[in-house]
């Protein structure tokens, strides 16, 4: 075990998360970190009570501290946050993420043994209603998100990306820190950076975050269409990352999409076979997602029936809307808008 623990910074940028940010911040407040330890809540613009509930927190404890973010943004967040500390160690919390209390302790200790710029685990999603519960299951699987360690598990190891982070500061200072032109994907963003600049990102098992999945179909699709559409711009401003794994739900979606429309010009032109040939990739989507989601369900622990039946429209949100968001991209203004900053 180290002799000398070094301080530690816990940020985090929250708007809208009255639901979950006193729990989140209760989890903090009970690590079992030997060594110095703050948080900074970097506060947006919200609809609900977060800026009171945060500060109300900050008032209770001495050691969380409440920062402005104006805009509202991810990156700009946790730069501010970040600029607040002096900490030697910076570790990553979303205000709806539940972190066991040996995270940082476990987060400290893996960098010190791999010499890592970023340590981080696995992104563990838990839901409390049925809906959710179905989420959660997709986003821990193979078919729903593909077989990326943070997602699904695996041996510790470099990788490309890992969920949250706990960095040494030297090394986003190194980078610039975070890129405020990414309104999202700024994590695999800068994990890219810290990669080309010679620094390694290190998954590792032992750290498990409980993440809370969105609620209801509209806001699980505007997720993954926000994730589709900002990880087209990362693949804009870096073409070497893209791979198969990231092309498979465009390829569906523009796949399904075309038959649907061949299947149409089938049925006005009253061609049978065009119609079937039409409807050969949307079937076969259909046939993928239900045999995907009775693996799922049946896979231990079970799912419930109401649970059960909510996978397949699960996983055609997650495709479908990452797919489409992919597939657009960002709009040319933005595109002007988000130029990568001095630091990317």
């Known amino acids: 075990m180290t002799e000398s623990w070094p301080r530690v910074s816990v940020?985090?940028?929250?708007i809208n998360e009255e639901r979950h940010l006193r729990h989140a911040i209760d989890r903090l407040l009970h690590q079992d970190y030997p060594g110095e330890l703050d948080i900074v809540i970097a506060v947006g613009p919200s609809k609900d009570k977060t800026p009171q509930v945060a500060r109300a927190i900050a008032q209770a404890n001495g050691h969380v501290h409440v920062v402005d973010n104006p805009s509202g943004r991810t990156p700009s967040g946790l730069n501010?946050?970040?600029a607040f500390g002096h900490s030697d160690i910076v570790v990553r919390i979303d205000g709806h993420a539940m972190v066991p209390p040996d995270y940082v302790r476990t987060g400290v200790l893996t960098l010190q043994a791999t010499g890592a710029d970023n340590v981080g685990g696995i992104m563990a999603a838990e839901g409390t209603t049925h809906f959710e519960h179905s989420v959660a299951r997709a986003m821990t699987s193979?078919?729903?998100v593909g077989g990326a360690s943070f997602h699904v598990g695996g041996e510790p190891g470099?990788?490309?990306t890992v969920y949250l982070g706990c960095f040494q500061r030297a090394a986003l200072e190194r980078v610039g820190g975070y890129d405020e032109s990414m309104q999202r994907a700024q994590d695999w963003e800068m994990n890219l950076r810290l990669r080309q600049t010679g620094g390694i990102v290190w998954f590792t098992p032992d750290m498990r975050v409980t993440y809370r999945?969105?609620?209801t179909v509209k806001a699980l699709a505007r997720q993954y269409h926000d994730y589709g559409r900002w990880r087209r711009e990362v693949a804009r401003r870096h073409p070497d990352t893209v791979s198969v794994r990231y092309l498979a739900a465009p390829v569906a979606?523009?796949?399904v999409g075309a038959g649907v429309v061949l299947a149409g010009v089938g049925a006005i032109a009253r061609q049978p076979w065009l119609m079937a040939l039409g409807l050969a990739a949307p079937a076969g989507y259909l046939v993928l997602d239900l045999a995907a989601s009775a693996h799922s369900a049946l896979s231990a622990p079970r799912l419930s029936w109401r649970e059960a039946v909510r996978l397949p429209l699960v996983y055609a949100t997650m495709h479908g809307a990452w797919g489409t968001g992919f597939l657009r991209g960002l709009p040319r203004r933005e595109q002007q808008r988000a130029?990568?900053?001095a630091s990317g």
């Open 253 to 255: 979606v523009a796949g």
């Open 11 to 14: 940020v985090m940028t929250v």
């Open 142 to 144: 193979k078919f729903g």
């Open 213 to 215: 999945p969105r609620p």
């Open 339 to 341: 130029v990568p900053s």
């Open 80 to 82: 501010a946050a970040i």
């Open 158 to 160: 470099p990788a490309l």
